[in-house]
Every structure is written in C-alpha cells, then in structure tokens.
C-alpha cells in the first residue's frame, strides 16, 4: 500500500541556489508537488518583501484578462478550455510582450465599449425622440387639443378660490414627454393636485420595449402631452416632471407637417447609426473571438508566474546577498527528482553554479503526506476530514476502502436499492473522463462525482446485504429451497381457507420448529424466505441484527485495538504495549469478545428441540440462555444453579438464568476481576515509567556535569564527559514525548485515555446498535412504500389496471429513488461516517498532525480556478 499505510518519510532541506537562477528553479520543482516551503520572512510585512512589486504586475495582469473574459462572455463567445499538461513556465521576454499584449487589448477593448455604450444611448434618444414625434401626432389627429381647451376652461370657470395660476391674456400650449409607465398613474394624481385641474394630461403607451444600455434592463416608458395656460404653471409641470424623472421635450414641432419631416429625418439618422453600431460590434466580437483562443493559456501563464514570485518571497538571501537561501519539507522519495529539477532549471538560465541542496535535523514535526489516486483519495478525505494523521501515524484509509461501505450495507442492505447505487456509481465511473472535460461546476453534482468509486462500492456492498437480509424492495426471493416445509395436510387448509372466506379473517397457522424445519439442509445463504409471510418476522430479525450489529461493533472496535500495536512497535514503545495495548486487549475480550462468544454459541447449539449440550441435557428453547441478563448477574457475581433440569429430571423454573456451560460462574468472575485490575495499569502504569525515566535521566545528567566559570567575561560553561557545552536558559523541546512534562499532566492525560477508553466499550458497542436500528427502519419504509403505492395498482383489474399501474410505478420509483435511496442513503452514510471516526479511530488513530501542502502549478491553478466558479 506504500504510503498510504504510512505516511511518506519526510526531509528537512536547505536549498542554496544562485539569485539569477531561482525563478528557473522554482519554475522546475513546481511543475510537481515534490516540495513545501517554509516562509522565512514571516516576521516581515508583505508589503515590504522583495518581490510585491512583481506580484501586483501579475495581479494587475489578471486583472486584465479577468475583464477580458467577462467581455467575450458577455458577447456569448466559447472560450477555448486549456486542458494540458503542460506547465512550462514563459521566459521573461515573452511575459513582457504578453503584457503590452493585454495592454493594448484591455485598452482597445475600453474604447470600443464605451463607444458602444454611448452610441446605444443616442440609438436610445433617436428611437425615444421617434415615438414622441408619432404620439404627439397621433394625440393631435385625434382632436385633443380642442377637448383640452374645453376641459381646461370648464376647470377655471368652476374655480372661485385658489391660487390663481393664469392670466387671462396667456395662450394655451403643450409640453410632450417620456416617463415610466409604473409612475404615470402617480405622476397623473400629482400633476391633476398641483395644477388644481388646470392642466390637460393624456398618454400613450410605447409599444417597443427598450433596453438600458448602462445596466441591460428592460424600459418600459410612455408619451405624455399636457396642456396648460401660463408661464407659472409650466414651471410647476417642469418641477413636477424633474421630481418624477420625466424627459421633456421643448423642440417638439407645433405642427403636423414640421413633426412628419422630423420623424424622416429621424429615422435615417436611426438607420445611419444601426449601420454604425453593427459594424463597431463585429470588430469588438473579430478581437474577442482573437482573445477567446488564447485568454485561457494567457491566464494560465500569469498565475504560473504570480506564484513563483509569491514562493520566491519565502527565500532569504546568504550574508554576501549573491544567493536565495529556502528552508522546504521534501519527501524522502523525491529528494533526486527535486535535485534533477533543480539542476535543469540552472541550465535554462546558462548558469554555471550548481545547486545546493542540504539535508538539515530539526526537531520540528514534519507535514504529514499520504500519496493518493482517483480511487483512494476519496477515501483518504473521509479520515483527514476528523483529523490529518500525526507525522508517521497508521493511516486508517487503507481499512475504511473495506469497512466503510461494509458498515453502510448493514444499514442500508436491500437488493434492490443496492443495484440502483451501483449503478449510478458505475455510470459516474465510466464517463468520469466525459464528465471531467464538460466541466460542470453544479456543487451537488461535484460532491457525487467525487464520492464515485464509493457510492460503486457502497452500492455493491449493499447488493451483497441484500443477499443476506434476503431483501429486495420488501421482498423475499427463494433463490435455494427454504428449510421450513407445511406439516398441514390439504384438507385441514381447505377447510380453514373455508372458515377465513366466511368469518372474512385470516386464520393464523403456527409451523412448529420440530415438524415444520429442516435441521439438516437450512438455507444456503442469507436470511430463509419464509420469515417475509411470518407474524414474527420483527422479532426474528430485530434479535438476529441486533445480535450481528453487536459482533460487528465489537470485532470493528477491536480490529483498532490491534491497529494501535502496529504503531506502539513502529515508534517502538514498549512501555505503551505493555501498559496500553495488553490491558485494553484484556479489557475488551474479558466482557465484549466473551459476549460475542456466547452469542455465537447459543446460535450454534441452542433451539426447540431437546439435546445434550455441554454434558448437561437441555430440554427445549424455554431454557435458551438469557445474555442480557446474563451479563448483569457477571458483574454482579450471582450465584446461579447449574443446569436446566434437576436431578429428578424435572425442569428448573427461570432455566434459561441458569449457568449453562460447567464452571461458568467461577470463568466469568475470573474475567470480570482481570478486567477491573486492567483499569489501574492502563492508568497509572505508563505515568510511573516515565516518571522513573525522568529521575534516572536526570541523575545520569548530573553525575556527568560539571560548571565552569571564565573569570574575565563572566561566561559560564556546563563541561559534561570533558566537553564544554555553554548554559543555555529555557529547556529544550522534541520528540521527548511526555519525558519533559510534569508528573501532574501526564497523569490527567492518562487519566482522560483509560476513563475514555473504558467507558467508551460499554457507549460505542450500544453506539453500533444504530445497524440494527437504520436496517429496520429501511426495511420498514421499504415495506411502507410497497404495500402503499405499488401494491395498490395490482388491485384494480383489465386496460384500466395497465394504465393505473404505469403512473402508480412512476410514483413508485420516484419516492423510492428520492426517499429510500437518496435520503436513506446519505442518514446511512452519515452514521457509517461517525462509527468510523469515533467507534473505530479512537482506538488507535490521533490525527494530530498538518497536511503537507507541496508548491505545485496544478493545484494553484485549480484553486484559482475553484475561486473564480465561486
């Protein structure tokens, strides 16, 4: 499994490269994710550093194409998608001209917009400045002055107070205007008050709809005409118009022949400018469809560039400022391939001084790095999302590939709804490739096609649970002959199907085990057919999963266990095999394995019929032992009989309390007390050893040291074996463990492991009773939806019942895939995700490391890529 068991081995480098070549280099080793830098500026402000002047360049630069590419979008031109490889850097002289490229183009681009932008709205005035002309005529043929002067004088003659707002010697005249048709009722009301009914409003809505040309809204407007007396009450109308944000228009002509030859004139003056318009858009789409072809690999360049500058701001220089100094993390694996890399980016840049690369000793914990595929990367994000994996840490993903889709069939195991995720899982997989170049950026959809090679795989588990539940859609399939047979005769049938037919109930039939099972041939594989007819089949299958929820929980929990010795012999700690690992084993198997055991065994021997069990006769299943309670009398050292029957053959009342194997009460306290004396060695055990190591190192130390004072600097000189080591203040720290902590918080630290530890058997066995519990629930829907929906179609007979039962599968199919597939499935994979990270991981797996984040040109110019979809 390489590295995904164990993280890769990690290298604390120096690397030494000459000032003219670092960008080369850095160019070289970012074209794979070999390497992580450390920022050896990182007291320094980041406008201060040496390279923000070039970082803004590109910045600016991005800039420029961002504004590019909203340009030809808007112009719904396709942008040619790069999808290379390729990750070669541009030299100098070619990111200069690529610059006075985008110049150019940024600036052409501008011109040609805002001349767009101003022609559109002269096209907008003309077309505007038309519809007036055509109202105005229009309200003129339909002898709307003469009612306006009717109507206006009428008004002043009902007058007898007010302001007076005319003069009688003032002629009548008109105003024309555009306004929006929601305010022309408004605007209406207003004009009709402060006019005191002395103006003459009519309007007329404009059949074409306008577009803004700043924003791109739809205007809707209307033409207006008042007409009014007066000086004073034109300036009330033109108030009222600016406050409304109406148009007027004072040069509207007065007569019918000056506003027909306006409006020609008009509309050549529209036809010269659409002429004018069209051609300025075609050459504004002939450059961006020259800038679609090329805007992706420009981008691609500049945020090439942008983060080599942003590494080479990590760097320092030496003390003759000749040479970039960077301090990085390299995985064991790859030093070569970052020596070759380095070494080609010096020969690009003609440099004759070779590289340094230096492996350094540090105490500082190294980045965790787990090498992963298509297939297991999925897999891997489930664990680094609870916690990335401490520096050299067993890597649990390597065992949730197996046992996360095995815990999700147990609660979601249905043939049927197995077979429909595999299926979509199968589809994701075969056109992964198709999928990956549509380039969908739907969220939802990303998350499933992500998660593909575990949904294939959770659905072919479940396919397989389905099998063993023998559930397909709330259904029994009798693939092999079922075990149980009818011990009735047909005649004894007939006459009760007779007696159901006339008393309309149904007659309940009992199989009794000792007549109707076949001991000798059960059903091959899987839970037998006839327990889906069955009365009792809750209470057979609520024991059955609960019993199996229990065993798998416990092997699970204890399969960690074991996972915890890989690590102790890895770092090679004794002490923890012995004080953490031997303890908790006992632990576990003196009351949770002894459990499962039993539970195996009574399914092994025990049943209806009469047998010797043990050496001890067992006379039938009112004397199968009681578990549960069982477990209690355990911890409580009951005294129990031995035996089911007495010794005059008689059976024992409360039999199935009764010790059921010889010697069990003396084997059970046994493992009781075992498991209580493991409690104080998992707690006080590995503080006492490290205390005793503390003691013995100090006392080592002191034995070989010895001080020295110069009397002439007033230095101080600790000489340990004869060597002079100068005194330091403080203490150093390390991969000491707990070795340099106090007493006091080794014993708390222990102290909160074994109260979690202990308590957490007993908390995370009941926690994976929820396989049980999601198994039932979706069975239950499951058989919901069945007799429900689908199973009232078949009731209804002839064309009719063809015709009910297509729409009644429809409805069927939908409710299946949404509910019982899609939400049953994410509570399965939800649940199955918590038994891993808490019930499973807690038994070995710290995650208290940081995720090696190598310099890599693809996963810079994909996290790009992610914050422009955002």
């Keep these: 499994m390489g590295s995904l068991y164990r993280s890769e081995e990690m290298r604390f480098c120096q690397l030494i490269v000459e000032k003219d070549a670092a960008f080369n280099c850095v160019a070289e080793v970012g074209k794979h994710p070999y390497v992580q830098f450390k920022d050896l500026n990182a007291e320094v402000n980041s406008f201060q550093r040496m390279f923000v002047r070039d970082i803004r360049r590109f910045a600016e630069l991005e800039r420029k194409l961002r504004f590019l590419e909203e340009q030809i979008k808007k112009e719904g031109i396709t942008i040619t998608t790069v999808r290379d490889n390729n990750f070669d850097a541009m030299n100098h002289h070619e990111i200069n001209q690529l610059e006075a490229t985008l110049v150019d183009l940024e600036r052409d681009v501008v011109n040609m917009s805002e ?20 109202k105005t005529d229009l309200f003129f043929q339909g002898g709307i002055d003469d009612a306006a002067i009717q109507e206006i004088e009428q008004a002043n003659a009902e007058t007898e107070v007010g302001i007076q707002l005319r003069n009688e010697k003032d002629p009548m005249s008109f105003s024309v205007g555009i306004i929006k048709r929601d305010r022309i009722n408004a605007f209406e009301r207003i004009l009709w008050r402060a006019c005191h009914r002395t103006a003459f409003l009519r309007y007329s809505e404009i059949e074409d709809v306008f577009e803004d040309p700043a924003t791109g809204d739809k205007i809707e407007n209307a033409v207006f005409i008042i007409f009014h007396n007066g000086d004073r009450l034109k300036n009330i109308i033109n108030k009222i118009c600016d406050g409304f944000k109406a148009k007027l228009y004072p040069n509207c002509p007065k007569t019918s022949k000056e506003r027909h030859a306006a409006a020609i004139q008009v509309r050549q003056q529209i036809m010269d400018l659409k002429t004018v318009m069209n051609q300025t858009h075609e050459h504004t789409v002939k450059v961006l469809n020259a800038t679609a072809a090329n805007v992706r690999v420009w ?9 080599i500058y942003n590494t080479l701001n990590n760097f320092t220089f030496d003390g003759i400022g000749k040479f970039f100094v960077a301090e990085c993390w390299i995985p064991l694996k790859d030093i070569e391939n970052v020596r070759n890399a380095l070494e080609v980016g010096v020969e690009k840049n003609g440099s004759t001084v070779k590289p340094v690369l230096n492996v350094l000793h540090t105490e500082e914990e190294p980045p965790t790095y787990n090498r992963t595929n298509k297939f297991t990367s999925v897999f891997q994000s489930i664990v680094d999302s609870y916690g990335i994996a401490t520096y050299l840490e067993l890597n649990p993903a390597p065992y949730t590939i197996i046992t996360f889709p095995f815990i999700f069939a147990c609660m979601f195991g249905d043939l049927g709804h197995g077979i429909i995720m595999f299926l979509a899982g199968l589809y994701l997989v075969l056109r992964e490739k198709n999928l990956i170049e549509r380039n969908i950026k739907d969220e939802i959809f990303s998350m499933f096609f992500g998660g593909r090679y575990i949904i294939l795989l959770m659905g072919l588990f479940s396919i397989h649970a389905g099998f063993l539940y ?34 309309k109930k149904e007659v309940m039939l009992i199989l009794p085990p000792e007549l109707s099972f076949d001991h000798s041939s059960p059903y091959a594989y899987g839970v037998d057919p006839v327990w889906n007819i069955g009365e009792n089949r809750l209470n057979f299958l609520n024991s059955m999963k609960m019993k199996l929820s229990v065993i798998v929980g416990i092997a699970q929990m204890t399969f960690g266990v074991f996972l915890s010795l890989n690590n102790y012999r890895f770092f090679n700690s004794k002490i923890e095999i012995f004080t953490v690992f031997i303890p908790q084993l006992l632990f576990m198997a003196c009351i949770f394995i002894y459990l499962c055991l039993q539970i195996i065994l009574k399914w092994i021997f025990f049943w209806t019929v009469p047998a010797e069990i043990f050496g001890r006769h067992y006379p039938g299943s009112n004397c199968a032992p009681s578990l549960l309670i069982g477990l209690i009398n355990m911890f409580m050292f009951k005294d129990r009989a031995p035996g089911w029957v007495g010794e005059d053959g008689v059976t024992l009342n409360q039999c199935f309390l009764n010790q059921w194997y010889p ?33 013995k190192a100090k ?65 995370h066995t009941a926690s994976y009773l929820r396989l049980w519990a999601l198994s039932l629930a979706h069975a239950q829907l499951s058989e919901v939806l069945w007799h429900m929906v689908l199973a009232n179609a078949f009731a209804v007979d002839s064309i009719l019942g063809a015709v009910v039962l297509y729409f009644v599968f429809f409805a069927f199919a939908v409710l299946t895939f949404s509910i019982l597939v899609l939400m049953e499935g994410l509570s399965a994979f939800l649940h199955a995700l918590r038994l891993h990270w808490v019930e499973f991981q807690s038994k070995f797996y710290l995650g208290l490391g940081y995720p090696f984040h190598p310099f890599d040109f693809k996963k810079v110019l994909e996290e790009a890529a992610d914050a422009d979809a955002a």
């Design 470 to 503: 023998n559930d397909a859609f709330a259904k029994s399939f009798n693939i092999f002959q079922s075990g149980w047979q009818n011990p009735y005769n047909q005649t004894l049938l007939r006459a009760l199907e007779d007696e159901s037919i006339l008393t």
């Design 115 to 134: 001349s767009d932008l101003q022609l559109k709205k002269n096209y907008l005035d003309l077309k505007e400045w038309e519809a007036v002309l055509d």
């Design 699 to 763: 006392q080592a130390v002191a034995d070989n040291m010895s001080v020295r004072m110069n009397m002439h600097t007033d230095e101080t000189e600790v000489i340990t074996n004869g060597n002079g080591v100068k005194a330091e203040t403080g203490e150093h720290g390390g991969h000491g463990g707990h070795h340099d902590e106090a007493f006091g918080d080794i014993m708390v630290h222990q102290a909160i492991h074994t109260i979690e530890y202990v308590l957490g058997c007993v908390s």
């Design 663 to 695: 010697g069990q009460s003396i084997i059970e306290a046994v493992l009781v007390l075992v498991a209580v004396a493991c409690i104080p060695i998992m707690l006080f055990g590995k503080p006492i050893y490290i205390v005793l190591q503390q003691r």
């Design 299 to 307: 981008m691609k360049q500049v945020r090439i560039h942008k983060s």
